[in-house]
């Protein structure tokens, strides 16, 4: 079995872009409908509907037109990490309920999770997980507990074994046998994330097929995302939040293929922030993306000059969220705005079962890049 733990990592860590305008929370927020949030996905993978966005301009489409809106030589760039059986139940030695959700494995037997009960564990506490697991609380990083499990079976057994697919708070129903296999991309093949990088979920092989048939390559990076991905923004001032830390990897190949891209005349389309976030991290300090691993805590806000995407495919993201602060730096407030109204008013399918939308990049002053 392939062990969730990877290898050190280089601490980079990068705080918020510095820009001219200061934004509050509330510029963040926006009225959702319940209803519009997706429960389950459609029937298809590549049945969903899709919205381009242009600067302004705002088209209808979907998800299976997207060939025919992008170009030969553009390159799709792929987030391969797979999500894991993170979250497990059981009691403390007092007997009150406890769910525990790992953060990160980091090791055979030790991990990093949040731990929900009625009153957190204390270090030394036994939590009692049921089938013979018990985990030993260790002692807290931040919001996290470190954990140390003592059953005799490798951590990554575990939580295949034992563990639920950890869908998001506002999934109302527990994960089933058939989320085991949509709440996954169909490409997914490094174990370690607690979330799904969503905007890959509308992937089937035949649409690989098909762009690549249309000269249209795609390479891929590992980003394992965390549990801090649902963490809301508590600060009014955008400014005070500090993003949690994720673990990345980017392979030769890929930065081959988006040196080969560009070369060509072609652009590089990130599939999701994560994918975003692990091409931007990594180009921060040089202009342009390197091979290698890393961390980063990479908060992306309006006014952030992005050097490695040109185009971003991702789903709708929640009212107030780090990754709607994201989306609107790449397309510009306004146009976020507008876009998200639309979303609303045609009632597209938001999160992470949801509809998905096509940007294209705008630049600082509002103009557009590609």
Same mark, same amino acid.
């Given at each position: 079995?392939?062990?969730?733990?990877?290898?050190?990592?280089?601490?980079?860590?990068?705080?918020?872009?510095?820009? *001219?305008?200061?934004?509050?929370?509330?510029?963040?927020?926006?009225?959702?409908?319940?209803?519009?949030?997706?429960?389950? #996905?459609?029937?298809?993978?590549? =049945?969903?509907?899709?919205?381009?966005?242009?600067?302004?301009?705002?088209?209808?489409?979907?998800?299976?037109?997207?060939?025919?809106?992008?170009?030969?030589?553009?390159?799709?760039?792929?987030?391969?990490?797979?999500?894991?059986?993170?979250?497990?139940?059981?009691?403390?030695?007092?007997?009150?309920?406890?769910?525990?959700?790992?953060?990160?494995?980091?090791? !055979?037997?030790?991990?990093?999770?949040?731990?929900?009960?009625?009153?957190? #564990?204390?270090?030394?506490?036994?939590?009692?997980?049921?089938? @013979?697991?018990?985990?030993?609380?260790?002692?807290?990083?931040?919001?996290?507990?470190?954990?140390?499990?003592?059953? @005799?079976?490798?951590? =990554?057994?575990?939580?295949?074994?034992?563990?639920?697919? #950890?869908?998001?708070?506002?999934?109302?129903?527990?994960?089933?046998?058939?989320? !085991?296999?949509?709440?996954?991309?169909?490409?997914?093949?490094?174990?370690?994330?607690?979330?799904?990088?969503?905007?890959?979920? /509308?992937?089937?092989?035949?649409?690989?097929?098909?762009?690549?048939?249309?000269?249209?390559?795609?390479?891929?990076?590992?980003? /394992?995302?965390?549990?801090?991905?649902?963490? &809301? $923004?508590? %600060?009014?001032?955008?400014?005070? /939040?500090?993003? +949690?830390?994720?673990?990345?990897?980017?392979?030769?190949? *890929?930065? !081959?293929?988006?040196?080969?891209?560009?070369?060509?005349?072609?652009? $590089?389309?990130?599939?999701?922030? *994560?994918?975003?976030?692990?091409?931007?991290?990594?180009?921060?300090?040089?202009?342009?993306? $390197?091979?290698?691993?890393?961390?980063?805590?990479?908060?992306?806000? &309006?006014?952030?000059?992005?050097?490695?995407?040109?185009?971003?495919?991702?789903?709708? +993201?929640?009212?107030? %969220?780090?990754?709607?602060?994201?989306?609107?730096?790449?397309?510009?407030?306004?146009?976020?705005?507008?876009?998200?109204? /639309?979303?609303?008013?045609?009632?597209?399918?938001?999160?992470?079962?949801?509809?998905?939308?096509?940007?294209?990049?705008? @630049? &600082?002053?509002?103009?557009?890049?590609?």
């Amino acid at each position: 079995m392939q062990r969730l733990a990877m290898p050190r990592f280089a601490v980079l860590r990068f705080t918020i872009s510095r820009f *001219t305008m200061p934004h509050s929370l509330a510029d963040f927020d926006y009225p959702l409908p319940p209803e519009l949030i997706a429960q389950f #996905p459609a029937p298809v993978r590549s =049945a969903s509907r899709l919205l381009h966005v242009r600067g302004n301009t705002l088209q209808d489409r979907q998800f299976a037109e997207l060939p025919q809106l992008l170009a030969p030589n553009d390159l799709l760039v792929l987030n391969d990490t797979r999500v894991i059986k993170a979250r497990l139940t059981g009691t403390k030695a007092s007997g009150g309920r406890i769910e525990v959700l790992i953060e990160r494995v980091l090791d !055979e037997n030790t991990a990093l999770a949040q731990v929900r009960a009625s009153h957190s #564990p204390v270090a030394g506490s036994t939590l009692n997980l049921g089938h @013979g697991i018990e985990a030993k609380v260790e002692g807290r990083d931040g919001e996290f507990f470190r954990l140390r499990f003592g059953s @005799g079976r490798p951590l =990554a057994e575990i939580i295949e074994q034992e563990g639920e697919i #950890p869908l998001p708070p506002y999934i109302t129903h527990h994960a089933d046998a058939a989320d !085991e296999e949509r709440y996954q991309t169909v490409y997914a093949r490094a174990p370690g994330a607690v979330a799904a990088p969503t905007a890959g979920l /509308h992937f089937d092989n035949a649409m690989l097929d098909s762009l690549q048939t249309a000269g249209i390559r795609h390479a891929f990076v590992t980003l /394992h995302v965390g549990a801090g991905t649902f963490q &809301p $923004v508590r %600060s009014e001032n955008i400014a005070a /939040h500090r993003m +949690h830390s994720e673990r990345y990897y980017i392979p030769e190949a *890929t930065v !081959e293929a988006i040196g080969v891209t560009r070369a060509a005349g072609g652009r $590089v389309v990130c599939v999701g922030t *994560t994918s975003l976030r692990a091409l931007e991290a990594s180009a921060a300090a040089t202009g342009t993306p $390197v091979a290698g691993a890393a961390e980063t805590a990479l908060f992306i806000t &309006p006014g952030f000059r992005f050097r490695a995407a040109d185009l971003l495919l991702t789903n709708f +993201h929640l009212p107030k %969220s780090t990754l709607l602060m994201l989306v609107s730096a790449f397309a510009g407030m306004h146009n976020m705005r507008m876009a998200y109204a /639309h979303a609303i008013e045609r009632r597209y399918r938001f999160f992470s079962y949801g509809d998905c939308m096509l940007i294209e990049r705008m @630049g &600082p002053g509002g103009e557009h890049e590609v």
